[in-house]
């Protein structure tokens, strides 16, 4: 068993400078624990902190799964990837002298990652929102969209296809006019064809009435519509417009088809703004 690297000073020491804010930011104010997923709030609605800060190789000899520490940096015990935020049930389970040899270091590494991948994603498009707001949005258009022509294979004359690549770039401009947000549930829509509003909800880990106002964006825009009608089937479904599309009618199937054939992310076109890689 790895001892102690100094044997007057214990290795347990708070986290890292920054790591706690990380690991909240990472969290989504959820227990990280997934099999069963725990719920649990680790703020309540009156403000109480609830949630633990956990070590997956434990600080101290003797602790839960101290024995796979490999001596070298003491550091590490206490940086972003040795811990995790649970609630106070799953922290004492995973550290319970009873349970914890249940809960391998590889388990609780894999639960950490895939809870915190789902709000990775939000934190990183936080990132980019602000570098939109710094830089503008800068739309990169398409100049010939001989890539896509050849994909689409339609024998179009050069005076059509001209007409379709300033078509296509008015409609990139429209998309730069939205924000960072909007485009990634565009994206998302396009990808998916339709979409049900509450797992986008869930995936974008965003508060309803944010959404709720991103989804007016693209309503605005004619490019997403929300069925919120009482008696209509596909309620709460969020379903593609074409009024932006401005004679381009089969664009977003268009779209969807050239990036999954060529090996293109959708993203970059249509929250990235490189029209850039039809050419």
Known sequence: ????????EKNRKEPMSGVARRLWAFSGNECAWGDPHC????????????????????????????EEWDGQDVEQLRDFGNLMLLCGVH?????????????TVEYLRAVKQKHEARYRYTVEAIEAEFRDTVNGSRVRPAATMRRFFAW???????????????????????VGGLTRMARQV???????EST?????????????????????????????????????????????????LEGLYEMWDELRGFCHDEKVD????????????LD
């Open 91 to 103: 922290h004492d389970l995973i550290d319970s002298s009873v349970t914890r040899h249940d809960y």
């Open 152 to 174: 689409e294979d339609a024998n179009q004359d050069p005076e059509d296809e001209q007409e379709t690549l300033e078509l296509v770039n008015r409609f990139a401009g429209r």
């Open 1 to 8: 068993m790895a001892k102690r690297t100094n044997g007057s």
């Open 39 to 66: 719920s649990t709030r680790l703020v309540t609605e009156e403000g109480a902190w609830v949630g633990k800060i956990a070590h997956i190789i434990g600080a101290e000899p003797g602790s839960a799964r101290h």
């Open 186 to 192: 565009l994206a998302l829509v396009v990808h998916e």
């Open 196 to 244: 049900d509003f509450e797992l986008v909800l869930r995936r974008f880990s965003a508060d309803r009435t944010t959404l709720l106002s991103v989804v007016r964006e693209l309503q605005k825009a004619e490019m997403v519509y929300l069925h919120d009608e009482e008696f209509d089937e596909d309620r709460g479904q969020l379903s593609l417009l074409s009024g932006a």
């Open 266 to 277: 959708l993203k970059e076109l249509l929250v990235d703004l490189d029209f850039s890689r």
